[in-house]
T-cell receptor
Framework: AQSVTQLGSHVSVSEGALVLLRCNYS??????LFWYVQYPNQGLQLLLK??????LVKGINGFEAEFKKSETSFHLTKPSAHMSDAAEYFC????????????FGTGTRLQVTL | DTGVSQDPRHKITKRGQNVTFRCDPI?????LYWYRQTLGQGPEFLTY????????KSRLLSDRFSAERPKGSFSTLEIQRTEQGDSAMYLC????????????FGQGTRLTVV
């Protein structure tokens, strides 16, 4: 079985500050890991994904995440927050080598203040 | 627009009525997924198709739910005898075949059962 835990349902940062959204996973097989963003009343958009290879993954909009197997973590970061980053962020895991059925975390709402 | 399209965007129905939602995936995608998202939660997997074959169903998909993809293109999700607990956002996603290929999500259908 796989699961994802996102620590912090709400995170607030100032514009220009570092964004850090935490994600820990549990998987009995090598995981594939994803971060999605959801704006109000919209579907989900892929920010980045880790499958194999380089553990530091760069995504869209300046976001990146690092896969740390020893810590079972895949935290999302962005050096400088922008007002347009305010949204809900979901970490997800799927089983490597199978269909892309995703197991999502409960999400973290990011608020960006002036 | 060549993205995933869902119809309707919003549906309000009385308890006990049947509802049907439609999803049109990206045309070249073989895989189609249905997820349900309740308020404050991440999306939960319901079922997925590869072409017209329904390959997996979640335990969340009770007997009142049925999904079809008759010609391997669009899909429908029907809920019979709706209950208030069915109120949620129903998300459709599609992807091509392959390891951890990106799933593209539609904007969802928000169901409210009154």
């Amino acid at each position: 079985a796989q699961s994802v835990t996102q620590l912090g349902s709400h995170v607030s940062v100032s514009e220009g500050a570092l964004v850090l959204l935490r994600c820990n996973y549990s998987s009995s097989v090598p995981p594939y890991l994803f971060w999605y963003v959801q704006y109000p009343n919209q579907g989900l958009q892929l920010l980045l994904k880790y499958t194999t290879g380089a553990t530091l993954v760069k995504g869209i909009n300046g976001f990146e995440a690092e896969f740390k197997k020893s810590e079972t973590s895949f935290h999302l970061t962005k050096p400088s927050a922008h007002m347009s980053d305010a949204a809900e962020y979901f970490c997800a895991v799927s089983r490597g080598g199978t269909a892309s059925k995703l197991t999502f975390g409960t999400g973290t709402r990011l608020q960006v203040t002036l | 627009d060549t993205g995933v399209s869902q119809d309707p965007r919003h549906k309000i129905t009385k308890r006990g009525q049947n509802v049907t939602f439609r999803c049109d995936p990206i045309s070249e995608h073989n895989r189609l997924y249905w997820y349900r998202q309740t308020l404050g939660q991440g999306p939960e997997f319901l079922t997925y198709f590869q072409n017209e074959a329904q390959l997996e169903k979640s335990r969340l998909l009770s007997d009142r739910f049925s999904a079809e993809r008759p010609k391997g293109s669009f899909s429908t999700l029907e809920i019979q005898r709706t209950e208030q607990g069915d109120s949620a956002m129903y998300l459709c996603a599609s992807s091509s075949v392959g390891d951890a290929t990106e799933a593209f999500f539609g904007q969802g259908t928000r169901l409210t059962v009154v």
